[in-house]
T-cell receptor, first 112, second 116 residues
């Protein structure tokens, strides 16, 4: 299995505060993804990256930004967290865009 | 917008029964990849299969089999002789449709409960 970790694994924060979630992979995969999972919605793509400094929006990108300065790290930032961003966030990576994705363990974020 | 439909929200079967999970999708792409993933109660997401749209042969892996029909945009998943350990949420993931990108849409998933 690909070595992919997420930090933190759990976070509780207050509305209006900035939050950064980190995804780290050790497989030298080119593609990385951030998803959120909510009941009734499955997994929805927030942003993805197809290389260092190359990112693109997903279907639910409003309120989120990402950065990828190194192959192994993909950061997701909520500039000003809102209660609607309470969710479980999954990061994934893949060697090529056409390959299967390997997922991290998820981060449970609660915005009060 | 392109989408994927997993019409069965939840299915319950008794152990050893066969069960088929349906996936219907929309895409404008002519060549693409499709995936199935599994999310057991522990919460991790696990890759099951990748299918290239060029290949319409059914695929079998142990108790798992997949039926891909490009003409009807369906990619169904069958578990034969189900076991309690198969209890999970299963997601179908076709491409999101923006040509040249590798973004995928995950369906809302089908929760499978296999009862002993």
């Amino acid at each position: 299995d690909a070595g992919i970790t997420q930090s933190p694994r759990h976070k509780v924060t207050e509305t209006g505060t900035p939050v950064t979630l980190r995804c780290h992979q050790t497989e030298n995969h080119r593609y990385m993804y951030w998803y959120r999972q909510d009941p009734g919605h499955g997994l929805r793509l927030i942003h993805y990256s197809y290389g260092v400094k190359d990112t693109d929006k997903g279907e639910v990108s409003d309120g989120y930004s990402v950065s990828r300065s190194k192959t192994e790290d993909f950061l997701l930032t909520l500039e000003s967290a809102t209660s609607s961003q309470t969710s479980v966030y999954f990061c994934a990576s893949s060697e090529r865009g056409s390959n299967e994705q390997f997922f991290g363990p998820g981060t449970r974020l609660t915005v009060l | 917008a392109q989408k994927v439909t997993q019409a069965q929200t939840e299915i319950s079967v008794v152990e050893k029964e066969d069960v088929t999970l349906d996936c219907v999708y929309e895409t404008r792409d002519t060549t693409y990849y499709l995936f199935w993933y599994k999310q057991p109660p522990s919460g991790e997401l696990v890759f099951l299969i990748r299918r290239n749209s060029f290949d319409e042969q059914n695929e079998i892996s142990g108790r798992y089999s997949w039926n891909f029909q490009k003409s009807t945009s369906s990619f169904n998943f069958t578990i034969t002789a189900s076991q309690v350990v198969d209890s999970a949420v299963y997601f179908c993931a076709p491409p999101s449709g923006t040509s040249g990108t590798y973004k995928y849409i995950f369906g809302t998933g089908t929760r499978l409960k296999v009862l002993a």
